[in-house]
């Protein structure tokens, strides 16, 4: 990777179009169990974001990935902080992370938002009195569902990243 | 090619925006769902784009002729209001004088119930993919977790959590919400009967109710209510209507009942729950 430059515009109309995807009964289709799990579209970018933009620029994408995600859910905040958190952490690591393998891209998604979600809750835990039933196996089952389906959505991503500005190695 | 740097450093970005976040996390939620509210009124076309189970497929086109206008439910808002003032006041009244017959005859006497009160209240925000709706009344206005919530004459959920001013309403279409209903049917004798049993949301627009014994006669488009609970309901209200039903797979003795709730969660702005206790805002 080198020289990249963040199209923001298309990083903003993507995440627009993630959020839109992710908040309203689009994604219903895909939806399975009587618990509507749906994939995270929101988190599947951000680790895409993290791994391939530079450091800095990934931080603040994430903090805007992660307003996404709290503007479709009336609670604002325990998304920002807990992206922002996570961000700072995978682009740390990110040479690493840089894994082109399927499987092992799929563990990283299924990890990164196991870690996100439960920490977006427990945030949510102290600030607001929602609760939800049945939440850890919400939780798992969602990120089961965002790992399966991540690689796959990181090819399109890939194959549309330099619109972004991000520019892969292959 | 050299590397393009930003010109923050990560950790200033990462200091910056957590920031942010946090003061975002502290908001009065008044102003932080109002960012949810702008998002959901610009976006709601493409929201509302949705699976066959949305809930504007709820509402039977047969029973819009239920419904009157946006200006002549107002007048009757309106008119309810008025009357409901006029009670307190009566109530008042009629207290005054109990007490008054009471200090005169010297006898202690019951208070008759007053019946319920309505409990008027907007909705802020329609999580709809959660079956979940805001709304702008809460502990403080008199409103319990349990308490019926009502719009256009039909049950539309229960109060699920109560905040001081706010309170979050489960809808009947939730997987999570479950409550006691009645059936409207026919016994081995033919006699109408109004068979009770728990009925549970499918989390897709549906609500399911098993455990009626297929002794009961029980046709599509009978009308399903809501169970009158002590303290809660004092007269049965319709829920939805009968909108399938079949042998339940796991026990043939029992019919397993799809209905579909009359509620148009699309075109509710207001709503109300019944509070069967008297409650003076303070």
Same mark, same amino acid.
């Given at each position: 990777?080198?020289?990249?430059?963040?199209?923001?515009?298309?990083?903003?109309?993507?995440?627009?179009?993630?959020?839109?995807?992710?908040?309203?009964?689009?994604?219903?289709?895909?939806?399975f169990? &009587?618990?509507?799990?749906?994939?995270? #579209?929101?988190?599947?970018?951000?680790?895409?974001?993290?791994?391939?933009? &530079?450091? !800095?620029?990934?931080?603040?994408a994430? %903090?805007?990935?992660? %307003?996404?995600?709290?503007?479709?859910?009336?609670?604002?905040?325990?998304?920002?902080?807990?992206?922002?958190?996570?961000? !700072?952490?995978?682009?740390?690591?990110?040479?690493?992370?840089?894994?082109?393998?399927?499987?092992?891209?799929?563990?990283?998604?299924?990890?990164?938002? #196991?870690?996100?979600?439960?920490?977006?809750?427990?945030?949510?835990?102290?600030?607001?009195?929602?609760?939800?039933?049945?939440?850890?196996?919400?939780?798992?089952?969602?990120? #089961?569902?965002?790992?399966?389906?991540?690689?796959?959505?990181?090819?399109?991503?890939?194959?549309? !990243?330099?619109?972004l500005?991000?520019?892969?190695?292959? | 090619?050299?590397?393009?740097?930003?010109?923050?450093?990560?950790p200033?970005?990462?200091?910056?925006?957590?920031?942010?976040?946090?003061?975002?996390?502290?908001?009065?939620?008044?102003?932080?769902?109002?960012?949810?509210?702008?998002?959901?009124?610009?976006? /709601?076309?493409?929201?509302?784009?949705? +699976?066959?189970?949305?809930?504007?497929?709820?509402?039977? /086109?047969a029973?819009?002729?239920?419904?009157? @206008?946006?200006?002549?439910?107002?007048?009757?808002?309106?008119k309810?209001?008025?009357?409901?003032?006029?009670?307190?006041?009566?109530?008042?009244?009629?207290?005054?004088?109990?007490?008054?017959l009471?200090?005169?005859?010297?006898? $202690?006497? $019951?208070?008759? *119930?007053?019946?319920?009160?309505?409990?008027?209240?907007?909705?802020?925000?329609?999580?709809?993919?959660?079956?979940?709706?805001?709304?702008?009344?809460?502990?403080?206005?008199?409103?319990?977790?349990?308490?019926?919530?009502?719009?256009?004459?039909?049950?539309i959920?229960?109060?699920?959590?109560?905040?001081?001013?706010?309170?979050?309403?489960?809808?009947?279409? *939730?997987?999570?919400?479950?409550?006691?209903?009645?059936?409207?049917?026919?016994?081995?004798?033919?006699?109408?009967?109004?068979?009770? +049993?728990?009925?549970?949301?499918?989390?897709?627009?549906?609500?399911t109710i098993?455990?009626?014994?297929t002794?009961?006669?029980?046709?599509?488009?009978?009308?399903?209510? +809501?169970? +009158?609970?002590?303290?809660?309901?004092n007269?049965?209200?319709?829920?939805?209507?009968?909108?399938?039903?079949?042998? *339940?797979?796991?026990?043939?003795?029992?019919w397993?009942?799809?209905?579909?709730?009359?509620?148009?969660?699309?075109?509710? *702005? $207001?709503?109300?729950?019944? @509070?069967?206790?008297?409650?003076?805002?303070?």
């Amino acid at each position: 990777m080198k020289g990249n430059d963040m199209n923001w515009f298309v990083f903003a109309i993507t995440t627009l179009i993630a959020a839109l995807i992710q908040g309203g009964n689009l994604l219903n289709f895909a939806s399975f169990t &009587e618990y509507t799990i749906k994939p995270d #579209l929101l988190i599947i970018l951000l680790i895409f974001i993290c791994i391939y933009a &530079e450091p !800095s620029k990934a931080v603040a994408a994430s %903090f805007f990935i992660g %307003f996404a995600a709290d503007i479709i859910t009336p609670a604002m905040g325990p998304n920002m902080v807990s992206y922002v958190i996570v961000a !700072s952490l995978l682009t740390t690591f990110q040479r690493v992370l840089r894994l082109n393998d399927l499987l092992l891209d799929s563990g990283l998604i299924f990890i990164t938002a #196991l870690i996100t979600a439960s920490f977006s809750s427990v945030i949510s835990c102290f600030t607001t009195d929602i609760s939800c039933h049945h939440f850890l196996f919400r939780l798992f089952a969602t990120a #089961l569902y965002t790992a399966i389906l991540g690689p796959f959505i990181w090819l399109l991503l890939r194959a549309y !990243s330099r619109f972004l500005g991000l520019k892969i190695k292959r | 090619m050299r590397k393009k740097q930003s010109r923050f450093s990560k950790p200033v970005v990462v200091s910056v925006f957590l920031l942010i976040g946090i003061i975002f996390l502290f908001l009065p939620k008044r102003m932080s769902s109002k960012f949810h509210d702008i998002f959901v009124y610009i976006f /709601s076309p493409v929201l509302k784009i949705s +699976a066959p189970y949305n809930f504007s497929s709820i509402t039977e /086109s047969a029973l819009e002729k239920d419904y009157v @206008s946006k200006e002549k439910y107002d007048l009757i808002l309106q008119k309810n209001l008025e009357l409901e003032k006029q009670l307190k006041q009566a109530i008042r009244a009629r207290n005054q004088t109990l007490e008054m017959l009471e200090t005169v005859s010297g006898t $202690r006497q $019951r208070l008759p *119930d007053i019946g319920p009160g309505h409990i008027w209240a907007e909705i802020i925000t329609k999580a709809l993919q959660r079956s979940e709706l805001d709304i702008n009344r809460g502990k403080n206005d008199g409103l319990k977790e349990g308490q019926y919530v009502i719009a256009n004459d039909n049950v539309i959920g229960t109060i699920w959590q109560v905040f001081n001013y706010t309170a979050k309403v489960k809808l009947l279409t *939730d997987i999570d919400h479950k409550m006691i209903v009645e059936v409207e049917g026919l016994d081995q004798d033919n006699q109408q009967v109004y068979i009770r +049993a728990f009925m549970k949301g499918d989390g897709k627009g549906l609500c399911t109710i098993g455990e009626i014994k297929t002794s009961y006669k029980i046709e599509q488009g009978n009308f399903v209510y +809501a169970y +009158a609970r002590p303290g809660y309901l004092n007269a049965p209200l319709v829920i939805g209507k009968v909108l399938q039903i079949f042998h *339940d797979d796991s026990n043939p003795l029992f019919w397993k009942i799809i209905v579909r709730p009359l509620m148009d969660i699309n075109n509710i *702005d $207001r709503v109300f729950a019944i @509070s069967m206790e008297p409650y003076e805002r303070q």
